[in-house]
């Protein structure tokens, strides 16, 4: 599974982004993705997860981003998206999507086991 993440940039503080990730090669077995960020000298931290089902789906978020940020996926097009609006500064990092082969434990990075490149998101104050 190849994944390719965009749609980074530098926003003002209280603006938005959408970021998007998406997914090619054996996404058969991909039952989750996932959002984390890593911040300059921090460890990478999970942001929000997705897990995918034709019959329904279930979503998954960090305190620290519940009710400012959104994730949904499109299945059609392989491709996850996450809306991030009301950004802080504390936000800035390189953001990286990843998907999982099962829908356990998807807060954990260990659970991933396929990564896609970083987007910077930069948020100015």
């Known amino acids: 599974v190849q994944l390719q993440a965009y749609g980074g940039g530098l926003v003002q503080a209280g603006g938005s982004l959408r970021l998007s990730c998406a997914a090619s090669?054996?996404?058969?077995?991909?039952?989750?993705m996932g959002w984390f960020r890593q911040a300059p000298g921090k460890e990478r931290e999970f942001v929000a997860a997705i897990s995918i089902s034709w019959s329904g789906s279930s979503t998954y978020y960090a305190d620290s981003v519940k009710g400012r940020f959104t994730i949904s996926r499109d299945n059609a097009k392989n491709t996850v998206y996450l809306q991030m609006n009301s950004l802080k500064p504390e936000d800035t990092a390189v953001y990286y999507c990843?998907?999982?082969?099962?829908?356990?434990?998807?807060?954990?990075?260990?659970?991933?086991?396929?990564w896609g490149q970083g987007t910077l998101v930069t948020v100015s104050s």
């Open positions: 990843a998907a999982a082969a099962g829908t356990l434990e998807l807060l954990r990075k260990s659970s991933y086991g396929y």
């Open positions: 090669g054996r996404t058969f077995i991909t039952d989750a």
